[in-house]
């Protein structure tokens, strides 16, 4: 008999099927009818009604002998009401409940366990050698879906810096299995019920936090970027107590309060890396008073640094240095909008040559660095702002160079979802162009043994869109 079915009829327990459901290609959805679901305590989970639910019309017959493994098989119980379906009024299903069934294991629960854990494909690692390039492609499972969150499909993923610390453990032991990517540009394709300024259809942005406390001190000083309590995109625990996942995927669920709208005429490829890259050098270019009055300096032409290099033009500095070890990227970075390079690996008296030089500076080294000597350039009443996050700590430094000019170390962690909305109308106001290679998601692994060799000029977008863009 053909079947279809519809939200209408739909349970509060309702998960996507995979790909290697036994269902293969026809049923979208499983799940429990409200009223079984809420008498489930008192009968056995046979007696539990399931309902199998497609987008085209399958013969119940064979759905009822596909439904199982040996056993269960013919159990289930099919809704043979045909009526109308559109994949929008699907998109909202919560399925907040799905742990929470029975303890038997049923087909049932094998139906909903394997839904909700491949529905969700991405490139995943597993240990630190995901970081040389062996994340494997598979499935994970997503934090449960809650009513102030949101689903996108993901366009475009920017590859950060902490991408590749996390993946190697370099920080600390990661909580593999875990996915990278918290540069995540997508499209909202489903809507916690209350979830109250997104809909459905809109291009948001989510950057490296994904949650904060709302209750801590930096939360009320609308500082949550130092959440004391914070979750990150990935490699962290949301408030509920699941994992979180970044954007080396295709879908990508989390709170909705964290998924900031992408400015219309704002290309996908260039917001992407703003929501981390872009933030994280704003935040203290802002903050630290970088305009009209200040030279600074920005340490390190990668990722970030090429992002510090065109904001600190854009807002107007006097003067903007890029300092980095080597001249090869000079060319680049007067491009940038440098308007003085300094190669230090290549000038032993870099900083005696340029002492007292700059009332700011903006560290994005990944690695190791001489903080004396980077101090040195600064004059009085200078700040010296550390973003990159080497794996190991820094050399020890002399505090008389501190103290004799004043001086502030200061660091930065990302930026608030403000700085975030406010980044993404100066880089629309002003044309801001990221330089961004676009390559397609498939390739990651290659993208982060090309990354690790220095090779973005300055940052690596995994699209799923797979259009060839390069930029300028
Ligand atoms: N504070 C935050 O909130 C925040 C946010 C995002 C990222 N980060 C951190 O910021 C750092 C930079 O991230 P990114 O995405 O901009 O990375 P990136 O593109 O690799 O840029 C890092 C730059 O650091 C310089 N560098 C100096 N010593 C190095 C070394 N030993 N190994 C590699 N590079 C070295 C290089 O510039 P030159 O070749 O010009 O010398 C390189 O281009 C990372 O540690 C990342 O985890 C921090
Ligand atoms: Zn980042
Ligand atoms: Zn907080």
Redo the contacts with the bound molecule.
Sequence with gaps: MPLELCRTHFPHVAVPISKQSPLSGEVMFAGFHPRSAISRQRKKLHDVETWVFTNRRVDSDRLLSNVGDGKDKGRACIKKRPVAYTSSSISRIPISHIHTTTSTTTTSQKLLKMAATTDFQGWVAHDASAAEGNMKWGGYTPKTFEETDVELDIEMCGV???DI?TLRSGWGPSDYPLVVGHEIIGKVTRVGNSVTDLKVGDRVGVG?QSECCEACKPCKMTQESNCEKMTMTYNGKHSNGDKSFGGYAKVWRGPASFAVPIPEGLRSEFAAPLM??GV?VYNPLVTYGAGPGKRVGVV??????HFALLFAKALGCDEVVA????SS?KDDALALGADRFIATGEDPDWASNNANSLDLIIS??????PLDQYLQLLSVNGTFVQ????DDPLPSFSPLGLIFKNLKIA????GTRAQIREMLELAKSTDLQAWVQVRPMEEANEVLKD?EK?L?K??YVLSNVQQETESP
Excluded at 323 to 326: A, N
Excluded at 387 to 390: F, H, K, R, W, Y
């Design positions: 950060c810096g902490s610390h490296a981390c890259g994280t390190g032409v990668g990722g970030l640094g300092l980095s070890r080597s990227k994005t080294v990944s690695g190791s660095f973003l990159g996050a080497p660091g930065s962690l990302i990354f220095g973005p300055y940052r």
